[in-house]
């Protein structure tokens, strides 16, 4: 069982940075990402990162801004956001799936195992 763990939200204002962490303990190859979700809205990929290959995804809305990496030697999986808007501000969630791939999907529903989330809150 992979357990997840998310950590590093807080406020901002626009333009400033953030990086986002999430501890991930167990075993085995997983599809791992970033969803975030605003209060009354769908849960929205952000990022995802295969585990063959260590191809990357990401959202039109935070290419070139974001960028999702791992720590494989400390079992993290971290978010590195920059250039944030009023609109990145969110509940964000690292997110896993057991696979063997070189690309991960992004529907929220194939994805197994969840963190509890982290606000980001992005002032302008």
């Known amino acids: 069982q992979l357990q997840l763990a998310e950590s590093g939200g807080g406020s901002v204002e626009a333009g400033g940075s953030l990086r986002l962490s999430c501890s991930t303990s167990?075993?085995?190859?997983?599809?791992l990402a970033w969803f975030r979700q605003e209060l009354g809205k769908e849960r929205e990929g952000v990022a995802t990162?295969?585990?063959?290959?260590?191809?990357?995804s990401y959202a039109n809305s935070v290419k070139g801004r974001f960028t999702i990496s791992r720590d494989n030697a400390k079992n993290f999986l971290y978010l590195q956001m920059s250039d944030l808007k009023p609109e990145d501000t969110a509940l964000y969630y690292c997110?896993?799936?057991?696979?063997?791939?070189?690309?991960?999907?992004?529907?929220?529903?194939?994805?197994?195992?969840w963190g509890q989330g982290t606000q980001v809150t992005v002032s302008s």
């Open positions: 997110a896993a799936y057991r696979e063997y791939s070189v690309s991960c999907g992004k529907t929220p529903g194939i994805y197994r195992h």
């Open positions: 167990g075993y085995g190859s997983f599809c």
């Open positions: 990162l295969a585990p063959i290959g260590g191809n990357t």
